[in-house]
Nanobody, 116 residues
């Protein structure tokens, strides 16, 4: 059974930082491209960042320079370090695992609220 479990969300003031984690099980983690998506209230889901099997990364323009995606294949976990957070980053953040052979798989989401 495939499971993706996000954690690390919460309430943070503008300019603050959070680190999201997504622990996976039931997949051969190293074979998957991992991604973080978000859905803000009243908006469609958007891709925030991805990291390939070999560590190549891609970011949504609005988070470049502020967010960093990374992965630890030994821990089957992907991270999203979010710095200089803005109110417009408020959303539910979802972890995603995808490969040419199977997926995509999704986590249940973790809520991030940026507010003073």
């Amino acid at each position: 059974q495939v499971q993706l479990v996000e954690s690390g969300g919460g309430l943070v003031q503008p300019g603050g930082s959070l680190r999201l984690s997504c622990a996976t099980s039931g997949i051969i983690f190293s074979r998957y491209t991992m991604g973080w998506y978000r859905r803000a209230p009243g908006k469609q889901r958007e891709l925030v960042a991805t990291i390939t099997r070999v560590g190549s990364t891609n970011y949504l323009d609005s988070v470049k320079g502020r967010f960093t995606i990374s992965r630890d294949n030994a821990k089957n976990t992907v991270y999203l370090q979010m710095n200089s957070l803005k109110p417009e980053d408020t959303a539910v953040y979802y972890c995603n695992a995808d490969s040419y052979a199977s997926g995509p798989y999704w986590g249940q989401g973790t809520e991030v609220t940026v507010s003073s």
